[in-house]
């Protein structure tokens, strides 16, 4: 799915989305980068979110823009 919104869960998966980014095999504009990984054992996952919630919603407005046209 080339033009598929990337939300990786977790920092593990956000630090490899990253290396994609950065060696240019996944566009930036595509990926949802620092999303909370919902385990409840991530006790600061709601407070990750309310920190960030701005710009996830403004990442996938662009995102929306972008790939609907």
């Given amino acids: 799915m080339p033009f598929a919104l990337v939300i990786p869960l977790g920092k593990a998966v956000s630090s490899a989305v990253r290396l994609l980014v950065e060696e240019g095999s996944l566009d930036r504009e595509r990926c949802l980068q620092n999303f909370p990984h919902p385990s409840g054992a991530n006790a600061s996952r709601v407070r990750e979110y309310q920190r ?6 403004a990442t996938v407005r662009g995102w929306f823009r972008r790939w609907r046209a």
Avoid: G, S, V
């Fill in 52 to 57: 960030r919630k701005d710009d996830y919603a």
